[in-house]
């Protein structure tokens, strides 16, 4: 079974800094995208930023020169490297893999984690 396990989410204070990880397990081949989006109480979830197998990069403008996106692609694994945090950042966080494909199966599926909490005091 594929899933996607996030970590790394919490209580920081504004300012802070927070590191998440996400984590693709089982038999997977390739996965072309994988991102973070978020969301906050009474508002749709949002593009935060994402990384191709490439290496390219796409972030929301509210985060960007504070959030870096990485990618492991060896071990599937993406991070959110979250910098000068602001109270608007407090979200559920959610891990997101684009065009995955299982080994042995020719179709490309999307995928989300469960989510993890990210919580900014003022």
């Known amino acids: 079974q594929v899933q996607l396990v996030e970590s790394g989410g919490g209580l920081v204070q504004a300012g802070g800094s927070l590191r998440l990880s996400c984590a693709a397990s089982?038999?997977?081949?390739?996965?072309?995208?994988m991102g973070w989006y978020r969301q906050a109480p009474g508002r749709p979830r949002e593009l935060v930023a994402s990384v191709t197998s490439g290496g390219g990069t796409n972030y929301a403008d509210s985060v960007k020169r504070r959030f870096t996106i990485s990618r492991d692609n060896a071990n599937n694994t993406v991070y959110l490297q979250m910098n000068s945090l602001k109270p608007d950042d407090t979200a559920v966080y959610y891990c997101?893999?684009?065009?995955?494909?299982?080994?042995?199966?020719?179709?490309?599926?999307?995928?989300w984690g469960k989510g993890t909490l990210v919580t900014v005091s003022s």
């Open positions: 997101n893999a684009d065009g995955l494909r299982r080994r042995f199966y020719s179709y490309y599926e999307n995928l």
């Open positions: 089982g038999t997977i081949f390739s996965i072309n995208a």
